[in-house]
């Protein structure tokens, strides 16, 4: 078995999500009492045996008979899921309805089921995200903390109120159209953006950890275009939007493992193959008359991507596609970056009004590439003294050794043209 | 070379999934070497941490957990190393420890006919 292959994790989420099925969600303790102690019996046998040929059958099958044995021995003592109540009530039908809950098929929908409960309306969007990353995902609290730059009490105490929350819901999220999939539908599509901006620009030091993150929140993003009520054009236009960003991650980090702005990333490490795929899911998405934060966030990457060289960047559609992202979500780190594609557009001077005159610029005090923007513009205008200053704010508040190199080298350049004192 | 029983007792397997994950590959690892340097007789074999105890005259018949959980022998392993001391030193490869847990080396008795 391949280290680098987290087939527990991966596992765990599909176990729980079914489990959670047939013991009804407001036992999901007991879920993941049985899928730990699958994962405990493949430790000891398999360290003896060797892995199976078909690991994952294997987990799924003793997950299955210890939910059979749950079942028989608790069916009096508990209530399971209610729309399966009878059917597990009767020793004639429990093994063939546990069986048929443990195909293929079903484990799937069972994932999507479990990923539009944990984005209840109820729970503030960072808990959503953990949540789905814990149940999902099968992060340990300590993970989740590790890949969020938090402390485990804080990430513990967001899960088990999430939990709460989740368990006290009486059911789990019906997929089937009872419920109002489409109401549920953006803030699912949200909390897997969420997820996937906290591996592509987060704070954790590790790279890995990071590009773990983005791979989950592709495979999840992969169930909903997999089912056709979720097969929007908003859910597209996330895809694609990952599938740009994911492209560009092999250039961002040089051999050294120095971080490299997009300006002077190699472009022919690009990954080839993510930009087709990002492309053909963006041309997906350009239908109805919806238009998304996604749809322009996407088109923004693919502006970037199909330029070869970064001079050859259309900075003109970037900036026209920030404004109609200011319109429909704006934010600070967005009028940023809109600030920095019109320096780019128009030149550093008027890069530097936009960035002065962002609104509630404040809640970019913590944000490293803030004053990093700040320093190249006023590096560009000649000014080396402000730019070393500003370069100076942001190493202050780096995040991690990579920021902290980058920005190390930028406050050195700019240093170097400030004349020395006699 | 003579024989001696790895008794493995009690170790968590973390509870995250990862971790569990972990645990397994480093347990893999170090049999497998052993194996390829010659120490291992027979790997051995995992036991369930139920059971029946039968004692005494009177037979009685017991429900396992014989003990805490952390002295639950969860599998053993025959191996072949020079002597106790080898052996002991080569088991403290064994990701066991790493999980509150231990080996336990009993010489297996040689019989000079």
Redesign the interface.
């Known amino acids: 078995?391949d280290?680098s292959d987290?087939?527990?994790?991966r596992?765990?989420g599909r176990m729980v999500a079914t489990l959670t099925r047939i013991f009804g969600v407001h036992n999901l303790a007991l879920a993941e009492d049985v899928?730990?102690d699958a994962?405990?019996r493949?430790?000891?046998?398999?360290?003896?045996r060797?892995?199976p040929e078909n690991p994952s059958a294997w987990l799924l099958a003793t997950a299955k008979n210890r939910a059979l044995d749950v079942l028989r021995r608790e069916r009096t003592a508990r209530t399971f899921a209610p729309e399966l109540g009878r059917l597990l009530q009767s020793e004639w039908t429990l093994a063939p309805v546990v069986e048929e809950m443990f195909g293929a098929n079903a484990i799937k929908d069972d994932q999507l089921r479990m990923m539009f409960s944990c984005c209840h309306p109820r729970l503030p969007e960072e808990a959503q995200v953990a949540l789905v990353l814990h149940i999902l995902c099968?992060?340990?609290v300590?993970?989740i903390a590790n890949a969020f730059v938090s402390s485990h009490a804080a990430i513990e105490k967001r899960i088990s109120r999430a939990k709460k929350v989740l368990a006290a819901s009486k059911r789990l999220f019906d997929v089937t159209g009872v419920d109002d999939f489409s109401g549920r539908l953006p803030a699912v599509q949200r909390a897997l953006y969420l997820l996937f901006n906290e591996g592509y620009h987060g704070a954790s030091p590790e790279s890995a950890v990071r590009a773990e993150l983005c791979q989950e929140a592709m495979r999840l993003t992969g169930f909903l275009l997999d089912y056709p009520l979720a097969a929007m054009p908003a859910t597209f236009a996330l895809s694609a939007l990952m599938c740009l960003h994911a492209a560009r991650s092999p250039a961002r980090v040089d051999a050294s493992g120095n971080l490299t702005s997009l300006f002077d990333q190699d472009r022919t490490r690009w990954d080839a193959r993510l930009v087709a795929e990002g492309q053909r899911l963006l041309d997906l998405s350009a239908t109805g008359t919806e238009l998304t934060e996604y749809h322009v966030e996407a088109a923004i990457a693919s502006v970037h991507v199909t330029a070869h060289r970064t001079e050859e960047t259309d900075w003109g559609r970037i900036v026209s596609l920030y404004d109609t992202l200011m319109a429909i979500r704006p934010s600070p780190v967005v009028a940023l970056n809109r600030a920095i594609a019109i320096a780019q557009h128009e030149g550093p001077k008027r890069g530097l009004e936009e960035i002065h005159s962002i609104a509630r610029s404040d809640r970019l005090a913590t944000y490293p590439f803030y004053f990093a923007a700040l320093g190249d513009l006023e590096l560009r205008s000649g000014r080396h003294v402000a730019a070393n200053e500003h370069f100076r704010a942001a190493l202050a508040v780096a995040r991690n050794p990579m920021e902290r190199r980058f920005l190390e080298q930028r406050v050195a350049v700019s240093a170097s043209h400030v004349p020395q004192q006699p | 070379m003579s024989e001696f029983v790895y008794l493995y007792r009690g170790g968590e397997a973390g509870r995250s999934p990862e971790a569990a994950q972990q645990v397994m590959q480093k347990w893999m690892t170090w049999l497998k070497d052993l194996g390829e340097k010659g120490h291992i007789k027979d790997q051995g074999q995992p036991l369930e941490s139920t059971g029946k105890l039968v004692k005494g005259k009177q037979k009685t018949v017991t429900d396992g957990p014989f003990a805490e959980t952390k002295d639950v022998i969860g599998g053993y392993t025959l191996i072949e190393a020079r002597d106790l001391d080898q052996a002991v030193q080569l088991s403290k490869g064994c990701p066991i420890f790493e999980v509150d847990g231990g080996v336990e080396i009993r010489p297996v008795m040689k019989m000079n006919m």
Not at chain 1, 6 to 9: C, D, E
Not at chain 1, 42 to 48: H, I, P, T
């Open positions: 078995m280290p987290h087939l527990f994790r596992e765990a899928v730990q994962f405990c493949a430790l000891e046998v398999w360290k003896f060797g892995v099968g992060f340990s300590s993970e």
